[in-house]
Every structure is written in C-alpha cells, then in structure tokens.
C-alpha cells in the first residue's frame, strides 16, 4: 500500500525552527516528485514547496510566503522527506501535508497525501 | 501567475441531490485540472485528474468535465459522506495550483 506519514509538529514560539518529516512506503521515494501543502485553520489549501526526483537532480522550488525560509530535503535511503522551517510567523500555522506528485506523460496530480501534522506558531 | 476561482464558496444540499462545483481559471490551462475532497482530520483524496478522468476507487456518482478556463465537478445523488470539502487544482505551474475551496453542507 502506498502511504505517507507526516509527523514533526508541534507548538513553536514566533521566529523558531521545526523540522517536519514524511515516511514513505510502498513506492520508491527517488521516482518521485514530492510537494508539501499546508491548510491554515480555516483557510483553504496553500502549495508549500516541491522537491524534484534524483533524475531531475533533487530540484527544489518553493512558495513565495516561504522562500528563503523552508527547505526541503530528501533521505531517499530512508524513504524520508522533510520540511526545514525556519524563522516562523504565526501566519505559518497551519497542518502540513506530504504528498507524491504522479506524472503522467504532460499531467501529473497530488496522490497519495497523508494525514498531515499539525504546526502553531504562537508565544 | 495563474489564479483558480471556485463557485460557490459553499453549498447546502441533501441526500440524493445532485450538484456542480465550478472552477475557472485566469487563463488557458487546456485540461490540466485535478479535483480533491478534504474531510476534518483526513488525508485529502485525489478524486477526478486530467479534467475529466475518474481515480481508481473513487465512486462514479463523481463526473468532471471543462477544458480552457472553465470546469466542473458533479456529484450525482448525494451521499451522506460527501458532504466535505471540495478543491481544484492547477497543474499547469507550480505557484498558486489551488482554488479556494466549495464547502458542501446538509
């Protein structure tokens, strides 16, 4: 079964760091695209970031509300992906989802997500 | 950047009716429009890609349909665990891929 589990999250004061992780099984990591989303509580969903597969040379690209703040990076052994965060704002709370990116000749959608995990960014 | 609008923002409806979501875009995407539902506390679920293109799994009482700027997602015969919310998405370019979301209530 394909799955992704996210975890990392939790209470951070303004101007903090937290690392988020994405566990993933069932598929091989290196093939794939991988994006983090985010839904601020009550907001809708918000594109985060992207991380290219090893035939893509691992590229990254990001939102323009955190360029030069998150990073993304990939243990492709471990079959992790994670989310660098730093220097946050309380607008960067918000439940954080992993998810593959499937790329099908010119298309490609988000599947699967996973459950997402919870950052508030508060003092 | 290519900006997705959703109609309407919410929407009540029963058991058994039929509705349609409505997604424009702020240009040309040609059918590069996936459709997602997202339940409180539950991973969002890739429900219609390419447009029109049903995923595996999903129940055919979900349609999409639209290419160009304008598209729609039909849910035909309401059933109580579709009452959710409702996403489209660009996959055209990276920045901006969401709409803002249909919130679909009894």
């Known amino acids: 079964e394909v799955q992704l589990v996210e975890s990392g999250g939790g209470l951070v004061q303004p101007g903090g760091s937290l690392r988020l992780s994405c566990a993933a099984s069932?598929?091989?990591?290196?093939?794939?695209?991988m994006d983090w989303v985010r839904q601020a509580p009550g907001k809708g969903l918000e594109w985060v970031g992207r991380t290219r597969n090893k035939a893509n040379g691992y590229t990254t690209e990001y939102a323009a509300s955190v360029e030069g703040r998150f990073t993304i990076s990939r243990d492709d052994s471990k079959n992790s992906l994670f989310l660098q965060m730093n220097s946050l704002r309380t607008e960067d709370t918000a439940v954080y989802y992993c998810?593959?990116?499937?790329?099908?000749?010119?298309?490609?959608?988000?599947?699967?997500w996973g459950q997402g995990t919870l950052v508030t960014v508060s003092s | 950047d290519i900006q997705m609008t959703q109609s309407p923002s919410s929407l009540s409806a029963s058991v058994g009716n039929t509705v349609t979501i409505t997604c424009r875009a702020s240009q040309n995407i040609d059918n590069y429009l996936n459709w997602y539902q997202l339940k409180p506390g539950q991973a969002p679920q890739l429900l219609i890609y390419a447009a029109s293109n049903l995923q595996g799994g999903v129940p055919a009482r979900f349609s999409g349909g639209g290419s160009g700027t304008d598209f729609t997602l039909t849910i035909s015969g309401l059933q109580p665990e579709d009452f959710a919310t409702y996403y489209c998405q660009q996959s055209y370019s990276t920045s901006h891929p969401f709409g803002q979301g249909t919130k679909l209530e009894i």
């Open positions: 069932g598929f091989t990591l290196s093939d794939h695209y």
């Open positions: 998810t593959r990116v499937v790329r099908n000749i010119l298309w490609n959608w988000f599947d699967p």
